[in-house]
């Protein structure tokens, strides 16, 4: 066996293009709703989804607005997951029955928002290791910066990209993959 592929897992080739698959599945991670109730990521396979930490407090927090016109506008095709996060300038300090009355309130969210989670650090949880590791997703690495980093993964759960916090839900670089 090549021992390049036996290290990278598995290799395909195709057009002398070398890619590498998750070593380990995203719709294994468990993650749970705002509600507390356990959400099974393996019910958006065939979809795309986005994942975005959120944050009530912060600079960005108007782009609720853009994520719930983009789960809007493409609900066929893409799941949006807000994924609240207090690591960055503590602008998510509230718990969980806050961080539901502030999105539905001031902008009317009705997209999957998760548990409030750690996204980096020590504590990270699994599913930004799978996210920002490429060891892990098989794709590449990241650090998440600030409040509303984007991942967006295809319907086969493999990563296509991230884009930071200044890239707007709307923006072409994210829904050119989208049409």
């Known amino acids: 066996m090549n021992p390049l592929k036996a290290f990278v897992g598995t290799l395909t080739t195709s057009d ?14 468990k993650l749970d709703s ?24 912060c600079g960005f927090t108007p782009q609720y607005k853009e994520l719930q016109q983009l789960h809007d506008t493409y609900r066929e095709q893409l799941v949006v997951i807000g994924i609240p996060c207090n690591q960055f300038g503590k602008q998510e300090p509230g718990d969980s029955n806050d ?8 902008y009317g969210v009705s997209f999957l928002v998760t548990q409030k989670i750690n996204v980096k ?15 892990i997703n098989g794709k ?11 991942y967006l ?21 994210i829904t050119k993959h989208l049409k």
């Open 153 to 173: 993964v295809d319907e086969e759960g493999e990563l296509i990209d991230y884009f930071y916090s200044i890239t707007k839900p709307t923006n072409s670089r």
């Open 121 to 135: 650090g020590h504590n990270q949880h699994p599913l930004y290791e799978w996210l920002t590791k490429k060891a």
């Open 34 to 57: 705002l509600q507390g109730q356990p959400i099974d990521l393996a019910d958006f396979k065939g979809k795309k989804i986005l994942f975005v930490n959120v944050a009530s407090k």
């Open 99 to 106: 961080i539901q009355q502030f999105c539905e309130v001031n």
């Open 16 to 29: 002398n293009i070398v890619t590498r698959k998750a070593s380990k599945p995203i719709y294994d991670i």
């Open 140 to 150: 590449k690495s990241s650090v998440v910066k600030w409040n509303f980093q984007k």
